[in-house]
């Protein structure tokens, strides 16, 4: 049982980027999903978030209107689109299980993260 996150890199300030969560060993759809990021030295925070069943969401202010997540079910993956991206965005971004309300991002288990760089 695992979660697999990917699809992070190096890319320009106003770029784009679409990170991938995916399960193995059971139905992502069964739970809601969260992204979370960290810089070193900060404690991790809540980026964004899906609900198991009927695909509700919840953004962070600092993702509003720039990052859209969504699940493909039968990829058994959750996505994390980042458009507009800026320096600030720069971190290890982790995917996890979530317990509870999805606006609580509380996080059951937590996969491996990738690591996002934005810079010029």
């Known amino acids: 049982v695992q979660l697999q996150a990917s699809g992070g890199g190096l890319v320009q300030p106003g770029g784009s980027l679409r990170l991938s969560c995916k399960a193995s060993?059971?139905?992502?759809?069964?739970?809601?999903i969260g992204w979370f990021r960290q810089v070193p030295g900060k404690e991790r925070e809540g980026v964004s978030s899906i609900s198991a069943s009927v695909g509700n969401t919840y953004y962070a202010d600092s993702a509003k209107g720039r990052f859209t997540i969504s699940r493909d079910n039968g990829e058994n993956t959750v996505y994390l689109q980042m458009n507009s991206l800026k320096p600030e965005d720069t971190a290890v971004y982790y995917c996890?299980?979530?317990?509870?309300?999805?606006?609580?991002?509380?996080?059951?288990?937590w996969g491996q993260g990738t690591q996002v760089t934005v810079s010029s």
């Open positions: 996890a299980t979530l317990r509870g309300a999805i606006a609580t991002m509380r996080a059951g288990f």
């Open positions: 060993g059971f139905a992502i759809s069964t739970y809601g």
